[in-house]
């Protein structure tokens, strides 16, 4: 028995990671010539180094992406924020801690308390209608949360998904003891070793190999057609599409027109002091454009989360402002505009408001053995590495199932 999956991203590599440990055959095609998807790394020739496709933090409870770091052999080349995460407000310079008791400056118990509706919230209610939050509560704590997590803003966004979110936080493993991220590169982190790993255990990967069509025949997949060849499928042989949701092969399965939300970011290469001598390496920053700021080797990337306003902004005015915001915190608000890189993904994740909540599918499908994998599938989070390598994980085991 095979199992052929379509797509390299953290869905389609996770897929593989749980069939091998199952020991069955798999087959690994991807159409680019890189394994990674939305979660990669690249060189820049700009700034004379390694960068990702965008800053991706995480939770230590996110307990499939985990499962994916340790089978892979990765936990060192995690970095673990120190504590509970850093908020720095760039117009005051005041800096705090998040906790669940103080959860940022004029924040109170009256906010933590509406908090709790969330959790009663039905499944047509925006996070914004719900919590009704004051102004204050809005600007320096609900709004970063809810364009962080769901990348959507607060009055748009999934009032029963940021509850999941609050959920995951709240646990001992959650929010707490520290956002996390790549070490190095997202590529090093979770894309090299796992590429390794899947070619140790027998797995076969096939870069540049855009699927074209998939044929099948009653409820069965019988073959499946590449460029200049096409595979046909024995009887116990399983596809799983671990494909983007704007995949036209997924359309057959009745995925539709799922609408997405663009992330920006700017990366700079300052020549002065460390940004972040002052706050963590990574910080959520509040009161400006920028979201999030990580410092890792000599280069500091800034994100900007639900960033409609600023995809189809000229690169260079986005780094100016950028800039502006995030040069004082080391003192380096005379200096020039350092080399930077703007990376714009307009696909990012989807747009987690309640009425493409409903649209979200299950991983089986018409077809017996088809199943679909990725961060839009119904995993009941938001689209993030976690529920990534937890679709993937799924699918593997529908598949021996
Ligand atoms: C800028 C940015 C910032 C983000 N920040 C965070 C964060 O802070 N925390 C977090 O947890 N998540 C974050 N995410 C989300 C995270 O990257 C995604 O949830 C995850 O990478 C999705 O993985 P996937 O495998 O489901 O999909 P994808 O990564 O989209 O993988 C799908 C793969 O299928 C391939 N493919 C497409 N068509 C075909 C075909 N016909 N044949 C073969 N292969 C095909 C694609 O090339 C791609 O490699 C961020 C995403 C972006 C873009």
């Known amino acids: 028995m095979t199992v052929h999956i379509i797509g390299g991203g953290i869905a389609g590599l996770a897929a593989s990671i749980g069939c091998l440990q199952r020991g069955l055959g798999v087959r690994l095609y991807e159409a680019a010539p890189h394994l990674g998807g939305r979660c990669r790394s690249f060189f820049d020739a700009t700034l004379g180094v390694e960068i990702d496709n965008g800053t991706h ?15 892979i052999g990765s ?4 970095y673990s924020a120190r504590g509970a995460p850093f908020f720095i407000d760039i117009t005051s310079q005041s800096s705090w801690t998040m ?38 509560a809005a600007r320096n704590m609900w709004e970063p949360l809810c364009t962080a997590a769901l990348n959507t803003p607060l009055a748009e966004g999934s009032a029963q998904l940021l509850a999941q979110v609050i959920k995951a936080m709240a646990l001992p493993s959650g929010i707490w003891r520290g956002l996390q991220t790549a070490d190095i590169s997202l590529s090093q982190t979770f894309i090299d070793p796992a590429a390794q790993w899947i070619g140790k255990k027998g797995g076969d990967i096939y870069l ?8 099948s025949e009653q409820d069965r997949a019988v073959a499946l057609k590449f460029d200049g060849q096409d595979v046909a499928l ?34 700079f290469k300052p020549t002065g002091n460390s940004i972040t001598k002052r706050v963590d390496r990574l910080t959520g920053l509040i009161g400006g454009q920028g979201q999030w700021l990580l410092e890792r080797a000599g280069v500091v990337s800034v994100t900007i989360s639900a960033a409609d306003q600023f995809i189809d902004m000229p690169p260079e005015t986005l780094a100016k402002t950028l800039w502006q915001e ?45 199943f679909l994998a990725g961060d839009w599938t119904a995993t009941g989070l938001p689209c993030t590495l976690e529920s990534a390598a937890q679709s993937g994980f799924t699918a593997a085991r529908l598949a021996i199932d």
């Open 57 to 71: 933090a995480f939770l230590a409870g996110n307990a499939a992406l985990h499962r994916y770091i340790d089978v």
């Open 75 to 78: 936990a060192a080349k995690v």
């Open 99 to 136: 906790s669940l008791l103080s959860p940022g400056p004029g924040i109170g118990l009256r906010d933590m308390i509406s908090a709790c509706q969330l959790f009663w919230a039905k499944p047509g209610q925006t996070a914004g209608a719900v919590l009704n939050a004051t102004p204050i």
């Open 208 to 215: 540049t190999s855009p699927l074209r069509e998939l044929r």
């Open 234 to 267: 024995h009887q116990t042989d399983v596809v799983i599409l671990a494909l983007p949701p704007w995949s036209p092969l997924l359309a057959p399965f009745g995925v539709g027109d799922l609408p997405s939300s663009p992330i920006v970011h700017a990366y």
């Open 326 to 370: 995030i040069a004082p915190l080391s003192d380096q608000n005379q200096t020039p505009l350092p080399p930077y890189r703007v990376i714009k993904e307009r696909r990012a994740t989807l747009r987690h408001t309640p009425d493409v909540e409903r649209l979200r599918p299950k991983a089986t499908t018409s077809l017996q053995n088809v």
